[in-house]
């Protein structure tokens, strides 16, 4: 929501300015321009990039669009799902629950948490864990290692669309210059002709170098930098979940292992201990 209030702010306050000073908004309007600047990012980001990333690009911006999942509500119905697992295997046994881990899409221990569910990534991190500790044989330490190198590789995976979504922003500015420069070999062509006409190809030219420079440092860049710190809000929401896998594994009681893995949650975001234990003891969500 923010994302989308700041992208009409930016067009607002340019086309505002451009009005104030007397500009005639039909020499912005260059679809040849455009198709040059939009044409060749597009094909830049394709020579660049396997497909994957250039998918993961366009869910990186809708997700920006959507706002970061990673709000208070979130964290207190994960502490809750934290807690439910864990008093349920402290209460009947870590085997019990390899039904559950084998299939956690019919799980009905899960099914309470539709949204924990429907993070396939989230829920296989979490269900692989627990399957190593219903295993056994396996230190605290390793495990917690093994969560590591999970969230190591994930996070390196969300970041490759940041990467070629910035390295495409940076090659805007040049592709607009790109775009003036025919712009100039098109009003050269047309030396000879009446003074308007030489005006407007100029003028169609600078827009070319205008455009590259807004969709750099007005859009694409910006989108780039929200889409990194989504993926640093995911980080911390998996570094939640190892702290309080990782404090089970030890030993501690179901509440002590929550809370754990509360004291991990940003500040901004944090749920107090009264929410959660509220929540924890289904006075709230």
Do not use: W
């Amino acid at each position: 929501m923010f994302a989308i209030i700041g992208i009409l702010i930016v067009i607002g306050a340019i086309i505002g300015g451009y009005l104030m000073e007397h500009g005639n908004l039909q020499v912005l309007v260059q679809p040849a321009e455009l198709v040059i600047i939009g044409g060749a990012a597009a094909g830049t980001l394709l020579i660049a990039n396997p497909l994957p990333t250039v998918i993961g690009i366009f869910q990186g911006i809708l997700g920006v669009m959507k706002g970061s999942r990673c709000n208070k509500a979130f964290y207190l119905e994960t502490l809750k799902m934290l807690n439910e697992v864990f008093s349920y295997a402290r209460k009947n046994s870590m085997a019990k629950l390899e039904p559950d881990v084998e299939e956690p899409d019919k799980s009905q221990l899960f099914a309470k948490f539709p949204k924990f569910v429907k993070d396939h990534h989230a829920l296989y991190f979490f269900c692989d864990t627990l399957r190593i500790l219903i295993t056994g044989g396996v230190a605290t330490h390793d495990l917690n290692d093994m969560m590591e190198l999970d969230m190591e590789v994930h996070h390196h995976q969300a970041s490759a669309p940041v990467a070629a979504l910035s390295s495409m922003a940076d090659s805007l500015p040049g592709l607009g210059i790109v775009a003036a420069v025919l712009g100039v070999v098109i009003t050269m062509g047309a030396i000879g002709g009446p003074p308007e006409e030489i005006g407007h190809k100029v003028a169609a030219a600078l827009v070319g170098t205008f455009l590259g420079i807004l969709l750099c440092y007005g859009f694409f860049g910006p989108l780039a930098s929200n889409m990194a710190k989504i993926n640093d809000d995911e980080g911390s929401y998996y570094h939640t979940l190892r702290v309080g896998l990782v404090s089970f594994a030890k030993g501690c009681p179901p509440l002590i292992a929550t809370e754990f893995a509360r004291r991990a949650i940003p500040h901004h975001v944090r749920p107090s201990f009264k929410e959660m234990e509220k929540a924890c003891k289904g006075g709230g969500s």
